[in-house]
């Protein structure tokens, strides 16, 4: 067994280390753990250019879109392939907006489940879309108009869904969504019952329009994986909450922020970083399968995280940790990446830690179903292989003889 690769990355077999059988194997065969560099599908939707630090969405740079756009003409985008005019973009709104509300057997069951010490609102969220799912009529129609259908009522009740978990936690009833609101404006009204300022609005939206869409990242190949058995979209994005929920991915904006905490001050932040190397752990928040250099949405996030007069203090936390940081590992392709500056805004927007990854799904759902979509329109189950590297042929025996 030789590593190609760092770590256990890249494993090459061969016949004679690795196998004892009689069985018959190739002679030689790598094992790529994390899929690293399987190509699923040929893809219109977008594109991560991990060397030049670039992120496309049919064909427009994400920073162009962050800085021009609105959340819902994004996700049209990368749905439709197109920007949206005028029409296009009234009908989608209406669209979204006539999907916003929750039934009311969601309050009711989140309310009786929602532990306030353990549950996590990933967690809540996941079995929020699970129910949603059971309450949908047709789940199984997989004709893309059916799932369009569905699509559209996942992005448009994520935030609904959310800003309930923020004010269950809270004790505060639920906010009923204004549909005099944009989809980004009104996430925010009903996550603190008053409209927000146009500014911070605005913040949200370039954070969620910079996650809505990121290639075959763990979450969306789980979403896209699910579907493609032709399950339905509801259980397609409950395995990508699910998988968007873990700390090596989407969890890590929430990990970043409680460290910053535990830093205190921008004086901690060599001996933060001497630590981390001693005891041989990650630092949350850099390091990226693809982007071998400053992932471009942590740019645009650090920009605006820059400005935000009540997060001064974590801000110099973190622009000190990233200087630090890259100065030790940089020449290793470990920058920051998008979960690494986006804490800071939406604690800044009032959103508790532990939702922070939750704001990430609403988000990403654009891009999940984009994804599933273009898939699904040359549809081939999925069916990696592993190496068995067991034994043949044991004896078996009965339980009494066991050692
Ligand atoms: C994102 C991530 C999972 C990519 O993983 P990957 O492509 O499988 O890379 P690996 O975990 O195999 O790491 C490759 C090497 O870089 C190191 N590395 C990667 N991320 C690191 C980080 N954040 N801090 C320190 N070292 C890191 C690993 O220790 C490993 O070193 P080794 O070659 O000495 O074993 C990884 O960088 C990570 O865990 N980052 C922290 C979590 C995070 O921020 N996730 C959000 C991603 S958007």
């Known amino acids: 067994m030789s590593k190609e ?3 256990v990355s890249r494993q090459l077999l061969t016949k004679e280390g690795a196998f004892t059988s009689d069985f018959e194997w190739p ?12 190509v699923t599908n040929k893809s219109r939707v977008g594109y991560v250019d991990g060397d030049k630090g670039r992120l496309i969405y049919q064909g427009y740079p994400v920073e162009v879109l962050a800085e021009n756009a609105d959340y819902e003409e994004v996700a049209y985008l990368l749905i439709f392939g197109k920007l949206p005019n005028e029409q296009e973009y009234v009908e989608f709104s209406q669209n979204l907006k006539a999907n916003r509300k929750m039934p009311v057997e969601v309050v009711k069951i989140m309310d009786i489940i929602y532990d306030h010490e353990h549950s996590h609102p990933m967690s809540l969220l996941r079995t929020a879309v699970s129910v949603l799912g059971v309450l949908q009529k047709n789940v199984m129609d997989t004709s893309r108009e059916n799932e369009l259908r569905m699509g559209m ?5 994520l935030p609904t869904v959310i800003a309930a978990l923020h004010r269950l936690r809270l004790g505060l009833k639920p906010v009923e969504p204004d549909l005099n609101l944009k989809h980004v404006e009104n996430f925010l009204y009903m996550l603190h019952g008053k409209k927000p300022s146009a500014r911070d609005a605005r913040l949200l939206e370039i954070s969620m329009i910079l ?3 990121h290639g075959m990242n763990a979450s969306t190949l789980t979403a896209v994986a699910t579907s493609a058995s032709l399950s339905d979209l509801y259980s397609s994005i409950v395995g990508a909450i699910g998988s968007l929920k873990g700390p090596l991915h989407g969890g890590a904006n929430e990990v970043v922020l409680k460290e910053f905490l535990k830093i205190k001050s921008v004086d901690h932040v060599k001996e933060f970083v001497a630590e981390k190397a001693a005891k041989k752990e990650k630092i949350m928040g850099f390091g990226h399968r693809i982007y071998k250099t400053y992932d471009p949405r942590a740019a645009v996030l650090k920009k605006y995280a820059s400005k935000l007069n009540d997060e001064v203090e974590m801000f110099k936390i973190a622009e000190v ?15 920051p990446n ?3 500056y986006s804490g800071i805004i939406y604690r800044h927007l009032g959103f508790e830690i532990n939702f922070f990854t939750t704001i990430f799904a609403a988000a990403r759902v654009a891009g999940w179903l984009a994804r599933i979509l273009e898939y699904r329109a040359e549809n081939r189950i999925f069916r990696p292989r592993d190496v068995y590297v067991g034994e043949f042929n044991k004896e078996f025996t009965v339980r009494e003889k066991r050692p």
Do not use: N, W
């Not at 002679?27 to 399987?38: E, F, I, M, Q, S």
């Not at 009522?153 to 009740?157: E, K, N, S, Y």
């Not at 940790?321 to 920058?335: H, P, Q, T």
């Open 27 to 38: 002679l030689t065969l790598l094992v790529d753990k994390g899929l690293d560099g399987a």
């Open 321 to 335: 940790l990233d200087r630090e940081v890259v100065a030790k590992y940089g020449s290793r392709g470990i920058y």
């Open 211 to 213: 996650h809505a869409d």
């Open 5 to 7: 690769k760092s770590g």
């Open 338 to 340: 998008v979960d690494f």
């Open 153 to 157: 009522h996942l992005i448009a009740i």
